[in-house]
């Protein structure tokens, strides 16, 4: 009887605020993306008040309740850290789920995590009674058959995109978003988030290819249904984070209007600096966009990379590995080549401290990197 009350305890705290914030989910993720800095900072007593104050306008993505139990776990408070653990639960986190950060697994033989493992299959029963396990079914299948068609031609390819993309879009407008991406559920969220990116890239696709449109099955394709705005609409009913939605909306990074936030390493300068992708010299319309659906400011000072990994990789090493490979015959090998090279100075000035957090926009641990003039040391490319 203890573990039912509990259980509905729970369930009215997740619930409790839900549709109180007086904006969109944007201005949570502004509040989230405040609230990381001060976690990058290792502040994390000052971010516990800012998560609590946000708990109590919006019902909070499973990422950001992860960070907010870390955050506890950093501090000692232990009971605090177990009862965001159960809500994680009412989110699709596993047992096994919590053995993957080494602050869960420190407290892991202590009277009352044992306690907390005792109510864990009652909690994930709940869970699973909020799944929508026909979508579920659904996507999966979809799957299946995106990878029997995947090899047959492009056409049969795009065609499959497009007509899963409306039968799923059918089911949204009939049953609404999914939780999903709010939840803990990576599988069939990156399923989910495939299919999308797939399908929303076809229009664009197609009206860039005059003849490619005229063909079959593309000139049988019809976007007159509110697809996008059913992509937006989700992103400000908390049901999308920001990043899903440039990745859905913009299949391709180097065209969004968010920004293609990398490094870039010139060879010739030997220099390294961030970049925006085509928004490389507007840095206030690339912010502007991002703060429009939530996305993390980001600071384009000449100075901001100062003291960071980048500046410590090697330009000498890298050219002289690029020079020295016989085995390297593409630009794949020659990214592979000089990526080993980063993630050993990375790895060197990894900050462990903060390794079990889950950030929206971590500044230190960018993957988009270009080699500006770097290819006068590819002898080998082909």
């Known amino acids: 009887m203890k573990y039912c009350i509990l259980v509905l305890t729970i369930v009215l705290t997740l619930n409790y605020g839900k549709g109180q914030f007086l904006d969109s989910y944007v201005n949570y993720h502004h509040e989230i993306n405040d609230i990381e800095i001060a976690i990058r900072n290792q502040s994390y007593s000052q971010a516990i008040v800012a998560y609590e104050e946000l708990r109590g306008k919006a019902s ?3 990422k950001d309740l992860h960070n907010l139990s870390i955050c506890y776990l950093k501090t000692n408070q232990l009971d605090s850290a177990i009862s965001i653990a159960r809500q ?34 009652l909690l994930r029963e709940q869970y699973e009674k909020t799944l929508d396990h026909e979508f579920i079914s659904l996507i999966n299948k979809f799957i299946v058959y995106d990878q029997e068609f995947q090899k047959i031609s492009d056409e049969k390819r795009d065609s499959t995109y ?13 049953k609404g978003f999914p939780d999903f991406f709010k939840n803990e559920e990576p599988i069939i969220a990156g399923r989910l988030l495939a ?37 937006l609409k989700a992103l400000y009913e908390g049901k999308l984070q920001p990043s899903s939605y ?12 968010y920004g293609k936030i990398g490094i870039c390493f010139d060879f ?7 970049d925006f ?5 507007n840095y206030e319309k690339i912010n502007n966009n991002r703060r429009a659906i939530g996305l993390a400011q980001i600071d384009s000072t000449a100075g901001i990379l100062e003291g960071s990994w980048y500046k410590e990789v090697p330009f000498k090493e890298m050219k002289e590995a690029y020079i020295n490979c016989d085995t390297c015959k593409s630009l794949t090998d ?28 971590d500044p230190s641990n960018l993957r988009s990197f270009t080699m500006k003039g770097a290819y006068k040391y590819m002898l080998n490319l082909k």
């Open 88 to 121: 994680l639960v009412l989110r699709g986190r596993t047992l096994d789920d919590f053995k993957r950060y080494k602050e869960f697994v420190a407290v892991a033989g202590t009277k009352k995590w044992v306690t907390f493992t005792e109510v864990y299959p």
């Open 195 to 231: 299919m999308l990116r797939h399908f929303f890239y076809l229009p664009k696709m197609v009206s860039a290819d005059a003849e490619l449109a005229s063909r079959k099955p593309y000139s049988h394709m019809v976007f007159n249904r509110p697809y996008s705005e059913c992509i």
């Open 268 to 274: 010739d300068k030997e220099t390294v600096s961030l």
């Open 246 to 257: 440039e990745s859905i909306m913009h299949y391709s990074s180097v065209d969004s209007p």
């Open 277 to 281: 992708g085509p928004y490389n010299s």
């Open 162 to 174: 497009y007509y899963q993309g409306i039968m799923l879009f059918d089911y949204i407008f009939e």
């Open 60 to 62: 909070f993505f499973a």
């Open 334 to 361: 020659y990214s592979r080549l000089s990526g080993s090279i980063r993630e050993g100075v990375r790895d060197a000035f990894k900050n462990e401290e903060l390794e079990s957090f889950i950030f929206s926009y």
